[in-house]
């Protein structure tokens, strides 16, 4: 476990539901990679992203799926693509990448409490 932080600190991470709405494989990444269009809703928009996530994930399978994002850090060069937000996910026993995700279907854009 890390420190402990204030609750104030963690109400200063944004983390909000979108859709992904097109991947696309990310050869140029130093490791193997997807990158992301996420549909965060009218208010935040459309926002790119890339994911190190290609052992449990395709391209095609990603499209029309929620996942959960941190949408107020600064976007970061990777590559050639500006990630614009950072997906979130847990390291599964094999130490590879689970997404996260709501288990029902929420509007783009809700925040996470």
């Not at 941190?70 to 689970?98: K, W, Y």
């Amino acid at each position: 476990m890390t420190d402990e932080i204030a609750f104030d600190d963690f109400l200063k991470v944004d983390i909000r539901a979108g859709t992904i709405l097109r991947a696309e494989p990310f050869p140029e990444a130093r490791k193997p990679a997807i990158k992301l269009w996420i549909d965060f809703g009218p208010e935040i928009g459309e926002k790119k992203s890339s994911a190190q996530i290609t052992t449990h994930y395709t391209p095609e399978s990603l499209v029309g799926r929620q996942v959960m994002a941190v949408v107020n850090f600064p976007p970061r060069q990777i590559g050639p693509i500006r990630s614009e937000v950072l997906v979130l996910g847990a390291s599964d026993t094999e130490g590879t990448i689970v997404l996260i995700a709501p288990d029902r279907e929420v509007p783009n854009g809700a925040r996470m409490h």
